[in-house]
C-alpha cells in the first residue's frame, strides 16, 4: 500500500552538506512518524533524525547539532539535511515510515537506502 522514494544520496567531501529527501505514496491513515536511519558497513542500523505529524522531532546522538528534518504533511514528503559531514557519515541512509491507525496498529516501511560517501 506505502512506497517510498528516496533521492539525494551521492559523494560529498568532508566539511559539507548534504540533503536527503523521502516521498511516500499510498495509503497511510493515522499518526505518521517519518525519518531517516543509517547503517555503515560492519555497523548496525541506527537513527538518524525521525519527526512525527506534529513537528515533534527526535534526532540521533551521533548527528545532533548537526541535522535538520522537515516533512510535508500533504506531500508526505520528509527532508533531512545533514551539515558538517565527515567520513563516519559514511553509510547507507534508509527512509523510514511508522504508520499507527485509530484502533494502535502499526506498520512500518522501508526504503530501499540510498549510499551516502563522505570522501575527498
Known amino acids: 500500500q506505502v512506497q517510498l522514494v528516496e533521492a539525494g544520496g551521492g559523494l560529498v567531501q568532508p566539511g559539507g552538506s548534504l540533503r536527503l529527501s523521502c516521498s511516500a505514496s499510498?495509503?497511510?491513515?493515522?499518526?505518521?512518524?517519518m525519518g531517516w536511519y543509517r547503517q555503515a558497513p560492519g555497523k548496525e542500523r541506527e537513527l538518524v533524525a525521525e519527526i512525527a505529524d506534529s513537528g515533534y522531532t527526535v534526532a540521533g546522538d551521533s548527528v545532533k547539532g548537526r541535522v535538520t528534518i522537515s516533512r510535508d504533511n500533504a506531500k508526505h514528503t520528509v527532508t533531512l539535511q545533514i551539515n558538517s559531514l565527515n567520513p563516519e557519515d559514511t553509510a547507507v541512509y534508509y527512509c523510514?515510515?511508522?504508520?499507527?491507525?485509530?484502533?494502535?496498529?502499526?506498520?512500518?516501511?522501508w526504503g530501499q537506502g540510498t549510499q551516502v560517501t563522505v570522501s575527498s
Open positions: 523510514n515510515v511508522r504508520v499507527t491507525d485509530w484502533v494502535m496498529r502499526q506498520k512500518v516501511y
Open positions: 499510498g495509503s497511510m491513515f493515522g499518526t505518521v512518524v
